[in-house]
């Protein structure tokens, strides 16, 4: 009789343990499903899954800036929809809205600069991103041929995108002179 006892026993501590990790599993898979797809407050907490997530910083004409996590694949239009879009001063022109999210990075959302008068507008170009800039955008800058524009792009495509202006001092060919001439032409 004792024998069958102890095997009740055993048997029981197994149902429970069962019931107990299904519980715990459906009660996970619940939670996970009641939260929002866009919360209403940024996620401040830096901490990633690797390889499912990638949290970035949004920032400047968005309407909630913060540092967000987002499924890895994301788009930099994703990026802004989920910190409430921009707002009306945005300059999404200056933005890559189709670029792919890099964990870590920040997307700047740049505001539009209000018009001085006619000929001192037209005289200000605007700024390139280094991290969208096509060959020829970047052949185009003052100081840089097409063999340095090709060394911005390898060095884009090696590295990731750049973090920020002086980076660009890291791509072979770019010495500090020529980086000082470029840093009030190109932005990140």
């Keep these: 009789m004792p024998e069958i006892d102890r095997r009740r026993a055993v048997i029981a501590g197994l149902v429970v343990a069962g019931i107990l990790v299904l519980g715990a599993w459906q009660m996970r898979s619940r939670g996970e499903a009641a939260v929002p797809a866009e919360p209403a407050l940024p996620v401040q907490s830096a901490a990633t899954s690797p390889g499912t997530d990638v949290v970035v910083h949004v920032a400047g004409a968005v309407r909630r800036p913060g540092v967000y996590r987002l499924r890895t694949g994301a788009r930099v239009d994703d990026a802004v929809r989920r910190a409430g879009g921009a707002t009306r001063r945005a300059d999404l022109s200056a933005v890559n809205l189709a670029a792919p999210l890099e964990d870590g990075r ?27 800039a096509t060959e020829e955008q970047l052949d185009g ?17 090696q590295h990731g995108s750049f973090g920020a202006v002086d980076e660009l001092g890291d791509v072979p060919g770019i010495g500090e002179r020529r980086l000082e001439a470029l840093r009030e032409l190109v932005t990140v």
């Design 141 to 157: 800058l003052a100081g840089v041929g097409p063999a340095t524009a090709a060394k911005i792009l390898a060095y884009r495509e």
């Design 106 to 132: 920040q997307v700047l959302v740049p505001r539009r600069e209000p018009a001085a008068g006619g000929a001192t507008a037209a005289a200000a170009p605007a700024k390139v991103n280094l991290n969208t």
